[in-house]
């Protein structure tokens, strides 16, 4: 096995996006008696593509260092899997998916300090457990812890994790005309675009404008107050959008991801590698 500084692969571990819906927590180890205590919570999160977030938190309540075995890969995708339930029967199960050979999951020892915690992720598109076996509807989850300790066997137990919706229903759908105006603003960001929509494409021009002192920060490097020229590129996928802002029309910009929440708005997250994200919501103002 490999042996990985805690702190590190645990955070990428849990690193997660922002979540829109409902989520449920279990706790599984309440009173085993155990050293490690164990809890698992379910969340849809709505920000790009519909994903079923289970989160495993493990946490030593003990006076002593806990050695726990785990994994996870490329990705920090690891260390606890998914069942979807109908009538009993699990009709779909994460551990079974196929491995992509490009992510390769690592098998990691690791050590929890007294009183410290360790937080573990799954992260699974919903479109890809939706299939000609499965429609959309409520179904019984659990959840399959696979950090494992011999102090507190009872950690990889199955979980049940109550009932979820699992569905990815098309907001807006393909062939709605979104042509028009439209504006939004955030983070001392300013946008008035004219947007032009496919079935698996947008594209805008317009003009940005940044006001201090909250000026922009989104773009590899802060903007001082301005305005210019600006467009906007991006693919489409049913109602999420993906693509970069080309501010001061130099054919390079910041990425973004996007949601489509109704035919007059757009949710837009504008992210870059040293900055946190800002988001803005689009409206659309005219045709």
């Not at 992510?103 to 573990?120: E, H, K, N, R, W």
């Not at 959840?143 to 049940?160: E, F, R």
Request: with cysteine; net charge negative; aromatic share 4%.
């Amino acid at each position: 096995m490999t042996t990985l500084p805690l702190g590190r692969s645990i955070a990428a571990a849990a690193t997660l996006l922002a979540c829109i819906a409902c989520s449920m927590t279990a706790d599984p180890t309440g009173d085993a008696g155990q050293p490690l205590h164990a809890t698992v919570s379910l969340a849809v999160d709505s920000s790009l593509q519909r994903t079923l977030v289970a989160t495993l938190s493990v946490a030593n309540r003990s006076g002593q260092s806990q050695t726990i075995h785990w994994a996870d890969d490329c990705v920090g995708n690891g260390s606890v899997d998914i069942h979807i339930v109908r009538n009993g029967v699990v009709i779909w199960n994460s551990a079974l998916a196929p491995a992509n050979p490009a992510c390769p999951t690592q098998q990691i020892t690791s050590s929890l300090a007294p009183g410290d915690t360790g937080g573990f992720a799954r992260r699974v598109e919903l479109r890809t457990i939706l299939g000609d076996s499965i429609e959309p509807g409520q179904y019984a989850l659990v959840a399959v812890p696979t950090v494992t300790s011999t102090a507190s066997p009872s950690l990889n137990v199955p979980i049940d994790a109550g009932v979820v919706t699992v569905a990815d229903p098309v907001v807006v759908a393909l062939g709605t005309s979104l042509d028009g105006a439209w504006a939004g603003s955030a983070s001392g960001l300013a946008l008035a675009l004219t947007m032009r929509w496919t079935t698996d494409s947008v594209t805008a021009t317009g003009t940005y404008t940044t006001q201090p002192p909250a000026s922009f920060s989104c773009a590899g490097g802060t903007i001082g107050a301005s305005t210019g020229p600006m467009q906007l590129v991006g693919t489409r996928d049913n109602d999420v959008i993906i693509g970069r802002l080309l501010l001061d029309a130099a054919g390079e910009g910041p990425p973004f991801y996007g949601r489509i929440r109704s035919a007059d708005s757009v949710d837009v997250t504008v992210t870059t590698i040293d900055t946190s994200p800002c988001r803005l919501e689009l409206k659309r103002t005219g045709l």
